[in-house]
């Protein structure tokens, strides 16, 4: 019968010390962490000790030496692959975007850098490589010793969205949409969380705004001041599905309502005064049109 892999820790990192300058000779232990710390260039890659923890203590002690033995050179292999990686990248960190899509699948996000954005879209981490680019797999971060990646944010905006363009276009008669756009950018979706600031006159709107997302270049913005919200509403979907269906790179195809603490609520384009809803409860204080 098995234990419990923290009742073979001493046993296993004594292995892992001994084992050590056989198989990684420039590789040491971490006791604080657990972790065997492997130097790769100039940086180190780590690797918790909890994988081979878990594999010795399913197996019987006489099995161990084999079970570390090939397990730190599981761990060689890893460290030689993220050299690749940083030779490919350089610093791979400078190369890290956020780009916001609609909610993912369970079975789409595993194994991937994603967190909630809100209830309706998720932040996904990319590397921004023209040919080695793509999503950030944990496997990648793993090799790559990327954990904390608050920074990501910051090289999005700096990078990315400083030069957004911000114009407004006619809707309906008297009527203007804005358009926040950088032609090309898979990067604008990003700014949801933000909308405030590219609005008419600030974060001056109490009653928020009608929000679209097309596709990753561009966000559609009309700020909410009176009931003729109603009519610019089924108009404003419209446009928003139309580049959507157009988009080479399409994002969200519905219109949302930004408000309160940048919550994002999905609205009909049939929105009515008699709904029991929040917007329908808003259309009702909203002095007319």
Known sequence: MG????????????LIRDLLPVVAPSAWFDPGTSEVVLPVGRSEARASSW??????????QDNWHKLVDDWLREVGDRAFLAVGEMELFGDVRELLRLRIVPKLDPQDREGLVVVPAGDHFDAMVMIEHPRYGGPLTK????????????????????????????????????????????????????????VEQFLPGGDGHPNGALVGVPCH???????ITSRGVREVLPVFADVVREMHDDADDPCAVGVYWSHGARRLTPLSPDETLDGSGEFAALLRRLPPS
């Open 51 to 60: 994988t081979v923890l878990e594999r010795c203590a399913r197996e019987p």
């Open 139 to 194: 496997a990648r971060a793993g090799l790559l010793g990327l954990r904390k990646l608050g920074y990501v944010m910051t090289n999005t905006h700096d990078r990315e969205l400083a030069d957004v363009e911000v114009r407004d276009q006619l809707l309906l008669p008297g009527e203007n949409v804005r358009v926040v756009t950088k032609p090309g950018s898979r990067y604008v979706s990003a700014l949801l969380s933000e």
């Open 217 to 223: 270049s561009t966000l559609l913005l009309y700020p």
């Open 3 to 14: 234990m419990e892999p923290l009742d073979a820790a001493a046993d296993v990192h004594a």
